[in-house]
């Protein structure tokens, strides 16, 4: 049986895990813990005291109390009093900065951008606009936040620079601006290497190097951190970023190590070594592991990721019903959920891997109705690959089309071809499923698949009975280190087919030695191998070696079967007993039977053999043996001369449609009625028969040229048979009826149409019977030298041949044709001396139409005489009588009493002869 690239392909989609469940582990959490809550600077601003230094100290305490708000108000009633204070651009940030500390950070913003517009050039800038920054960053503005913090950080304040650093990177983090931030942060640590933020600076960049694929450079620079602050607060995170970054080396050991000892209360650690598993290739550890947090964590806030992953890692791990299973569940606690509609795709692929093709189809055909679906090939080709498991071979065609035509050159492009033509063949495209593995089989196909190409080419090719075309692709499978068994079955029957017995019998040699499947047919196929080729004793004993096993095996008693059709006479009626007594009740009893009757009508044994037949059709049930008996009897009573019971016999069976036997019986039906003188029946029986095209059909096609040239019909006769070597070219017939069309054509006339067929006939394969037929054509064509020149080359070539004769009477006729008379007067006595048929008496004539020609009329009239006496053909008599006794008149008076002798026997002895009128012109006297 052909298979379908159904094996399961491998890793499909290790992809596919859902990044969130690491991503947002990993991700920094944006608490700003890194930014101290307060960076309170005073300043001194006085170079002398006053009502304006009382107004500015006075808010400042009430700053420094957190009295935010009654600070807002003094502060803003100095810079009533004195706007241009020397203390007015600290004010100006003061209430910006009180905002900020009591959280209305859109005033806060309003506030600091008037004043650092207002006071770009003041001392205190750079912590403003790195408040600003902060305001921006409450409201999640990280863009303008952004900005802020790098003005801030470029200012060149010592105290505020690393702060904003630190900041300015988280805010181009939630940007996604990774390299910008990972360039922020390799600053940072090139420039405050003892900077107390500094392993939490060093998590991020490596974070930022993961985002950035960059899995080397964030190994190096979290190994650092993890050696320098190994209980600094991102540790944990740490170890967890290290961990994906050594399974994205494949280096699982390391990522294994770097998870030990990790704190795992909320999963993030069991989520890692899921991850780590899978991309490991442990597929159903990393299932257990996905599975195992959510036993821990069924709501939490990865729960639905992790279910998810774990039925994409139960399929990979090839669990398909764990698989459905998981996301069964899935789909029934979160049906709404992005996750338990992606999980369509992967419980339509679980149910495919398990052959559930319908269950497949319901989960996969929405899914091509949709775009943006992932993993869109594997999708088209397993929904192909479910239609067809559902027999609805037409639409899968349709679905691996669209394959094709979307990822011509795509991970399953070649398996889809394959499976396309595995479905016209299905389908009942076997033409279009050949052509189309024979294109796939000029592409570039690994090797697995390119052997299931092979074979099912050769294999749709042997259902098409085109076995020689079969044998070139099983012959490439067969050279392999290790040939799979079925490659050799079928090589040996296409072998077989096609009789190429050697071969066939190398391959099958080869099974019959295992202890396979195929051993013992192969056993079998080695007798029947030499039947094939006439080695009746190795067949004999290969049949027996098979009889010896024991067991249950179908192909011993077929053995014993086969070697009935091997023996005959005696030791076949000992081979029947003997199978009667091993198989008492055995399949093949009536058919043996059958057998010893057709081997006695073989035999000769004409009688015995009508007995056997006879007595044996009461019992036969089987239609088809009781339809061989019944042709064997007819034969029999065929043989026996009773005609009239064997066409009623042959005539019975011939109206058997779909019979082994019809045609032949028909044919018979044919002769008989040919050989009864009933020629409409059987021309109208032989043209049947020619029309099938079968083994038969030669004969009867031959034997309508017979029936047409019996009733006169000579062109149609000389059609028929040509026709035979046209619709025949390699029949036994042939030559036979090609002769037979010249003859046909030389009654009708037509010596050159006969000439020129037979001289179509290679030299090869003129035998004497196309030399005759060609030199009759010559003789009514006059073409003398010809048959001069091919008589001579008849008579050396068959010396000792009974038909010599006809080469010397055709020569005698050339030769008196062209005068040359002595030679032909040798010729006909040749003819004379070489038969007593007609010829001879033709011959005889003729030596006396020579004398006759050559002034010899005395000796003329008596070889006339010896036609009449010697031979007894009554249209020659009287016209040799005739030409004597015109030959005796032409002799003188002096033979004028044998001219009358024999005139007036002709008179009285061929009274109704056309030549005793002509005697009065003789003037012979009665």
């Not at 004043?115 to 902060?134: E, M, P």
């Amino acid at each position: 049986m052909l298979s379908r690239v159904r094996h399961f392909t491998g890793s499909r989609v290790a992809s596919q895990l859902r990044p969130s469940i690491y991503r947002e582990s990993l991700n920094p959490e944006y608490s700003m813990y890194r930014i101290p809550s307060v960076l309170l600077i005073l300043l001194s601003v006085f170079a002398h005291s006053g009502e304006q230094e009382d107004q500015f100290h006075f808010a400042e305490g009430l700053f420094i109390q957190q009295d935010y708000a009654s600070a807002i108000e003094e502060y803003r009633v100095y810079l009533q009093d004195f706007p241009t204070g020397e203390a007015a651009a600290t004010c100006a940030f003061r209430i910006g900065e009180c905002q900020l500390r009591t959280g209305v950070h859109e005033q806060a913003i309003t506030a600091y951008e008037a004043a650092i517009s207002k006071h770009a050039k003041a001392d205190g800038i750079s912590l403003a606009w790195y408040n600003l920054a902060r305001s921006r960053l409450a409201l999640k503005k990280y863009a303008p936040a952004a900005q802020a913090f790098g003005t801030a950080a470029g200012l060149g304040d010592a105290r505020i620079r690393p702060e904003a650093l630190i900041a300015q990177g988280e805010c181009l983090l939630q940007l996604e601006k990774f390299a910008e931030s990972a360039t922020l942060y390799e600053t940072f640590v090139a420039e405050f290497a003892t900077h107390s933020g500094l392993a939490g600076v060093q998590f991020s960049l490596g974070w930022c190097y993961q985002r950035l694929q960059h899995p080397q450079k964030a190994i190096a620079v979290l190994e650092a951190m993890l050696k320098t602050a190994p209980e600094a607060p991102d540790a944990r995170r740490a170890r967890l970023a290290l961990s994906e970054a050594y399974t994205e080396l494949a280096q699982f050991d390391k990522a294994a190590g770097a998870l030990e000892g990790v704190e795992d209360a909320d999963g993030a650690a069991t989520l890692r070594r899921a991850w780590m598993e899978f991309q490991a290739g442990n597929k159903a550890a990393s299932c257990d592991l996905f599975v195992a947090y959510l036993s821990k964590h069924p709501a939490g806030a990865e729960h639905l990721s992790a279910r998810y992953n774990a039925g994409v890692a139960a399929y990979e791990a090839r669990q398909f019903e764990r698989g459905l299973t998981i996301l069964g569940e899935l789909a029934a606690q979160a049906p709404d959920s992005k996750e338990a509609a992606d999980a369509s795709l992967w419980r339509g692929l679980c149910a495919y891997e398990l052959q559930r093709f319908p269950q497949a189809l319901a989960w996969l055909e929405p899914l091509t109705q949709k775009d943006g679906v992932e993993q869109r090939e594997s999708l088209w080709y397993s929904y192909g690959e479910s239609l067809a498991g559902t027999k609805r071979h037409a639409e899968a065609i349709t679905a691996f089309d669209q394959l094709l035509a979307k990822f011509a050159t795509g991970k399953y492009a070649a398996n889809a071809a394959y499976s396309r033509a595995l479905s016209l063949e299905e389908n009942g495209q076997g033409n279009e499923a050949v052509a189309a593995l024979k294109a796939l089989l000029e592409t570039s196909l690994p090797g697995e698949l390119r052997n299931k190409a092979l074979f099912a080419t050769s294999e749709f090719l042997y259902r098409q009975d085109r076995a020689a075309d079969a044998i070139n692709y099983l012959l490439e499978l067969a050279r392999a280190d290790q040939p799979d068994p079925q490659t050799l079955y079928r090589l040996g029957w296409a072998a077989f087919k096609t009789d190429r017995f050697p071969l066939s019998g190398e391959h099958f040699s080869t099974l019959a030695a295992g202890d396979g499947e195929f051993a013992s047919e192969s056993s079998f196929m080695l007798g029947r191998i030499a039947e094939s080729t006439g080695r009746t004793e190795e067949a004999v004993a290969a049949y027996q070696r098979l009889m010896k096993r024991s067991g249950e095996d179908p192909f011993i008693e077929r053995a014993w079967r086969r070697l009935a059709y091997v023996y005959s006479g005696d030791a076949l009626t000992q081979h029947q007993t003997a199978y009667q007594a091993q198989f008492p009740s055995g399949k093949y009893g009536a058919e043996l039977a059958l057998r010893l009757a057709e081997d006695a009508f073989s035999l000769g044994q004409v009688d015995a053999a009508r007995a056997a037949f006879t007595e044996l059709l009461p019992s036969l049930k089987d239609p088809a043996l009781r339809h061989a008996a019944e042709y064997g009897l007819a034969w029999c009573l065929l043989q026996q001369e009773q005609l009239e019971a064997a066409a009623a016999m042959f005539a019975e069976l011939a109206v058997l449609k779909g019979s082994e036997w019809r045609l032949d019986s028909l044919l018979q039906c044919g002769e008989i009625s040919f050989k009864q003188g009933d020629h409409v029946t059987a021309l109208a029986a032989f043209r049947e028969v020619a029309g099938a095209s079968t083994p038969e059909s030669e004969r009867a096609q031959y034997m309508t040229g017979w029936v047409q040239r019996e009733r006169g019909e000579h062109a149609a006769a000389a059609k028929a048979f040509r026709a035979v070597p046209e619709r025949f070219p390699n029949g036994v017939l042939r030559i036979e009826a090609m002769v037979r069309a010249a003859e046909a054509y030389l009654a009708a006339d037509q010596a050159q149409a006969g000439a020129d067929l037979l001289l179509s006939i290679a030299g090869g394969e003129r035998d004497e019977s196309v030399w005759h037929a060609l030199d009759d054509c010559f003789v009514a064509l006059a073409r003398w030298q010809d048959v001069i020149e091919h008589s001579a080359l008849l008579l050396e070539a068959y010396p000792d041949s009974k038909q010599a004769y006809l080469a010397y009477f055709r020569r005698g006729l050339a030769r008196k044709a062209l005068g040359i008379h002595a030679e032909a007067i040798a010729d006909f006595k040749a003819t004379i001396a070489h038969t007593d048929t007609r010829p001879a008496a033709q011959a005889q004539f003729n030596i006396g139409s020579v004398l006759l020609a050559q002034g010899q009329p005395d000796r003329a009239a008596r070889q006339f005489l010896r036609v009449e006496m010697l031979f007894d053909y009554p249209d020659l008599s009287p016209r040799a009588l005739y030409h004597a006794v015109d030959a005796f008149v032409q002799a003188g008076p002096d033979h004028a009493k044998r001219a009358t002798l024999y005139a007036a026997k002709l008179r009285e002895k061929y009274p109704d002869s056309e030549w005793v009128p002509k005697l009065d012109a003789l003037q012979v006297a009665k």
